[in-house]
């Protein structure tokens, strides 16, 4: 192998020259195949002749310091055969570049890897390749589809979990458009997404999946809301459904903050501002009790006594705590009780309208809600869902091709095997 052929790293290519025109812009390193037999006709067999060459400008991986250029002079051949119906055809070399990819292969894989796996931006991957988002984004569709898409990647699951997700906000109005996470929650990996949070894409997911597949499946995870019990009931009849601690501790702080914010609008007459006592007090109000310190604490107390003059809001807070208390019991034999005893406690005509409003989707959630602590011994799913749907959000928020999406948050958070990503053809 020659010096230059040693350098661009392709052994199968002749380097014509290198073009270095401004001190900016990319290095163009100029190329062609090596002709290692008679290129015939696949119709007839007869040898082929060549037509012309066009230069395919391919983005490549930096070199010395410089974004570079592979400049492939891509051959076009004919049939020599006059009655013939091929015609004409270009030469692959998938070695070199996948047709229709505006990437090197081996850029278009380090890109997949930079953006798959460390969860950096397109746009990022772009400037340090020096071409615009599209190029990137396509490579990184294109290889990174195969290794989502891999039927190795999703294992035996004993907890399936859904979640909805906000997927983009589109256009003028800012339409919030949704998806559904399917999630294995023991492992935290996202197993994949589907458009929408009805129940309809999910459950025909799971009708997709194998049945031995299904069968595993123990627990089935979810909010407090209607289509993701649909989906249990339908697809898993035979999983025990859980109420996600998360969802249900979310529950009792927003309606925490309808009981400050109806109050503040009572007492002080209009909505909140930063001078009102319980407006000041709403951070302190959702920070779970045992993070407050000695001066916190004081300062709530004095906040509530001047804002909150029926003990409303006080009462609201002592039920976001109980509700939260109640994932530190352990002992499934008695959450059930528990459950019933929290749900009749907010229930009582002595508490704020919010509040037993809460009480009463606890006791159509019951089941569920207790069922948390028969399927979890530790706090992970909360943390899992939690953390997974941070994720998802930071890596790629904003895009608005569902495709592309799913295949940028599956790559981050649905464990594809990168050993294969040198390997996965696109
Ligand atoms: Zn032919």
């Known amino acids: 192998m020659r010096m230059c052929e040693l350098l661009v790293g392709l052994p199968t290519v002749t380097v014509l020259g290198v073009v270095d025109l401004l001190p900016l812009a990319p290095l163009a390193v100029h190329i062609e195949t090596l002709l290692e037999h008679r290129e015939t006709c696949a119709g007839c067999g007869a ?180 289509p993701y019990r649909k989906v249990f009931d339908r697809a898993l009849p035979d999983a025990t459904q859980v109420a996600d601690p998360f969802h249900v501790t979310k529950l009792a702080g927003e309606k925490l903050d309808e009981v400050r914010r109806r109050v503040n609008q009572e007492v002080v007459g209009h909505r909140g501002h930063r001078d009102d006592p319980l407006y000041r007090a709403r951070k302190l109000l959702v920070m779970a009790h045992e993070r407050l310190d000695d001066r916190s604490q004081d300062k709530l107390t004095g906040l509530l006594t001047a804002g909150d003059p029926n003990g409303e809001v006080t009462t609201a807070w002592h039920a976001k705590e109980a509700v939260r208390e109640l994932y530190a019991h352990r002992d499934p034999e008695l959450a059930l009780e528990w459950v019933d005893q929290l749900s009749a406690d907010m229930r009582d005509v002595s508490c704020p309208p919010e509040i037993r409003q809460l009480g009463r989707t606890m006791r159509r959630w019951r089941t569920q809600i207790a069922a948390w602590h028969q399927a979890q011994v530790s706090n992970g799913p909360t943390e899992t869902m939690n953390g997974l749907a941070k994720r998802i959000k930071r890596v790629a928020f904003g895009m608005t091709n569902f495709r592309h999406w799913r295949v940028r948050v599956l790559l981050y958070a649905g464990h594809p095997d990168w050993s294969k990503l040198a390997t996965v053809t696109p």
């Open 47 to 226: 040898a082929a002749r060549l037509k012309d060459r066009d230069p395919v400008r391919l983005v490549d991986l930096p070199v010395f310091g410089r974004a570079a250029r592979l400049v492939w002079r891509k051959r076009r051949w004919m049939c020599s055969s006059k009655v013939c119906p091929v015609g004409s055809w270009t030469e692959t070399a998938p070695a070199i570049a996948a047709t229709r990819l505006g990437l090197s292969d081996r850029a278009g894989r380090w890109a997949t890897f930079q953006v798959g796996c460390h969860g950096r931006s397109v746009k990022e991957v772009a400037g340090d390749l020096g071409c615009d988002w599209h190029t990137v984004n396509n490579a990184v569709v294109a290889y990174g589809e195969r290794l989502v898409d891999d039927p190795a990647r999703i294992g035996p699951v004993d907890a399936l979990g859904l979640d909805e997700t906000l997927f983009v906000k589109r256009g003028r109005w800012r339409v919030k458009q949704w998806s559904t996470s399917i999630v294995d929650v023991r492992r935290g990996q996202l197993l994949d997404v589907v458009e929408g949070r009805d129940s309809g894409p999910a459950s025909l997911w799971l009708a997709n999946r194998d049945k031995a597949w299904r069968a595993q499946i123990r627990y089935g995870t979810l909010d407090m809301s209607g």
